[in-house]
């Protein structure tokens, strides 16, 4: 009978030793390089840089958002020059308003004045008649009689205007709105009288005294 050959698979083979499977083991493996348990920087770098934009952002919106008041923050407002605008003034809002600190004591909130001494407003022919007789006489004043719708008067009548001895210095403006503010009221149709009237009539006169009526019946 013949002796089987060590190269029979149906033979076991001797058992490896735990050295020469280790050994195979670092074979195959090889040496690893230390990744540090897989840390790494970016993600950190990037969470402090988030940080820092919503940090800014914050402070931004704080200070400059206006709380977010739709009077102050409007995204639907047309971009602007940066310019400064004129804001249009009513005559009449501010003639009134000039007429209720200057004029009410003597020619009443009815424009109807006092008898003898202060004349109407109403319907007068000084005040409904001659722009440049009306002018003067409110900017620079009057002194002596007058006489209204032909009745006599004899209050004196201060000047309002930005002129010499003036006690209201008014502006050519506020003077023409007060102006136009009695020619349109209490009935009165009779038209503005605008700040270039006023301001050409002051430059032209310059500071002088107050007017008595014969002068200013010289202008029609």
């Given amino acids: 009978m013949s002796t089987p050959s060590n190269q029979d698979p149906r033979l076991d083979q001797a058992a490896a030793s735990d050295e020469s499977l280790l050994a195979a083991h670092e074979k195959l493996l090889g040496k690893q390089p230390d990744e540090k348990a897989r840390y790494k920087l970016l993600p950190l770098n990037l969470l402090f840089l988030f940080s820092g934009l919503i940090f800014f952002a914050g402070t931004y919106l704080n200070r400059y958002s206006g709380l977010f008041d739709p009077k102050i ?7 602007g020059t940066g310019a400064p605008v004129a804001v249009k003034v009513d005559p009449l809002v501010l003639g009134k308003k000039q007429y ?40 620079y004043g009057l002194n002596g009689p007058i006489k209204v719708n032909g009745v006599d008067y004899n209050g004196a009548m201060p000047a309002i205007g930005k002129v010499a001895g003036s006690g209201y210095n008014l502006s050519d403006e506020k003077v023409a709105a007060v102006l136009t503010y009695v020619r349109q009221q209490w009935g009165n149709t009779a038209g503005p009288i605008t700040t270039e009237q ?23």
Avoid: M
């Fill in 100 to 139: 209720d600190a200057v004029c009410i004591t003597c020619h009443q909130g009815t424009g109807l004045g006092q008898p003898g001494v202060y004349p109407p407003l109403v319907a007068a022919d000084w005040v409904i008649g001659s722009e440049e007789r009306l002018i003067r006489l409110v900017l």
């Fill in 73 to 79: 923050y409007n995204e639907n407002e047309l971009p």
């Fill in 198 to 220: 006023v301001s050409a009539i002051r430059a032209k006169e310059g500071d002088r005294k107050a007017y008595v009526a014969e002068e200013l019946l010289k202008f029609q």
